[in-house]
């Protein structure tokens, strides 16, 4: 089945420590996005790819990093610069035909 | 820059209630609207969509029209279920090859028996 496979679904980090965030997608999607959910405040775009090798800040991008070296993966890295890290975090992909996105599970991180 | 502003939540109905979520909108050129909804712990799904002015989205019962002349795009539908239990977002794309989705703050529904 085609879809969007994030992982893992809970992680914890300590603080000072970077961790990274899995995406994968077999949609043959062109785009991906990294977007951050907190109880209240929707959701917040990070990051965004449109294409292999190419990426462009989100509207939080402060703290965070991401590549996308195939088509099918865009991992996120939280780093030690981001000051409060505890998030839900969603990742989806679109094609430019449809513009609809379609979702992950989702990651929960939480600093401990 | 784009917005889309949602009706606060929590909402709580009773079975069979009718349900309405208002979303109104700002966007430059023709955007396309979608409802997407998310139950606890998971991603989010995509409702129903619009891509033009007038279009009705349905999709399980739910329906929104895309109105241009109001920017808005209200869910509605006539019978809830405890399983419609779920957190709402209306969205949209603006702009010609736009690949960005600017979602609402979501809308917290809860259905009980």
């Known amino acids: 089945d085609g879809g969007i496979t994030q992982s893992p679904k809970y992680l914890f980090r300590k603080e000072g420590q970077n961790v990274t965030l899995s995406c994968e997608q077999n949609?043959?999607?062109?785009?991906m996005y990294w977007y951050r959910q907190d109880p209240g405040q929707g959701l917040r775009l990070i990051y965004y790819?449109?294409?292999?090798?190419?990426?462009q800040k989100g509207d939080i991008a402060e703290g965070y990093s991401v590549s996308r070296e195939k088509k099918e993966s865009f991992p996120l890295t939280v780093t030690s610069a981001q000051k409060n890290p505890t998030a839900f975090y969603l990742c989806?992909?679109?094609?430019?035909?449809?513009?609809?996105?379609?979702f992950g599970q989702g990651t929960r991180l939480t600093v401990v | 820059g784009n917005s889309v502003t949602q009706m606060e939540g929590p909402v709580t109905l009773s079975e069979e209630a009718f349900l309405t979520i208002n979303c109104t909108y700002t966007?430059?050129?023709?955007?396309?609207l979608f409802w997407y909804v998310q139950y606890p712990g998971e991603g989010l799904q995509l409702l129903l969509k619009?891509?033009?002015?007038?279009d009705k989205g349905s999709n399980k019962g739910f329906e929104a029209t895309y109105r241009k002349e109001t920017t808005s795009f209200h869910l509605e539908k006539g019978s809830v279920q405890v399983s419609d239990s779920a957190v709402y977002f209306c969205?949209?794309?603006?702009?010609?090859?736009?690949?960005?989705?600017?979602f609402g703050k979501g809308t917290k529904l809860s259905v009980i028996p």
């Open positions: 790819s449109q294409i292999v090798n190419d990426f």
């Open positions: 969205a949209l794309v603006s702009g010609a090859g736009s690949y960005q989705l600017t």
């Open positions: 989806a992909s679109s094609t430019a035909l449809t513009t609809e996105a379609f």
């Open positions: 966007a430059t050129g023709y955007p396309s």
């Open positions: 949609l043959n999607h062109d785009a």
């Open positions: 619009a891509t033009k002015a007038d």
